[in-house]
């Protein structure tokens, strides 16, 4: 098991970027896959993003607009997301193979 904090959430206007961070307790190095999900109010957590060592994987939902990245020596995950929407309001759970998963940051999309 491996402690996971997510930062970065807040309140952005529709087309606004936000970057989210997951540091990890230990070394990422041999965790994979590492990821972001998501859940809004009333509906289930879905996958957002995935990472495994050098391939990546998008919702059809958020493809084209989000970035997901891992840097090793900072046992970071990261998640840019761009052209934010207001459907992306959710909060966003950083997720670490095989179990692992953060608190949760709540992002909000509105004008």
């Known amino acids: 098991q491996v402690q996971l904090v997510e930062s970065g959430g807040g309140l952005v206007q529709p087309g606004g970027s936000l970057r989210l961070s997951c540091v990890a307790s230990?070394?990422?190095?041999?965790?994979?896959?590492m990821g972001w999900y998501r859940q809004a109010p009333g509906k289930q957590r879905e996958l957002v993003a995935v990472?495994?060592?050098?391939?990546?994987n998008y919702a059809d939902s958020v493809r084209e607009r989000f970035t997901i990245s891992r840097d090793n020596a900072k046992n970071t995950v990261s998640l840019q997301m761009n052209n934010l929407k207001p459907e992306d309001t959710a909060v966003y759970y950083c997720?670490?193979?095989?179990?692992?998963w953060g608190q949760g940051t709540q992002v909000t999309v509105s004008s």
């Open positions: 230990r070394s990422i190095l041999s965790i994979y896959p």
């Open positions: 990472i495994t060592g050098h391939s990546t």
């Open positions: 997720y670490a193979a095989p179990n692992s």
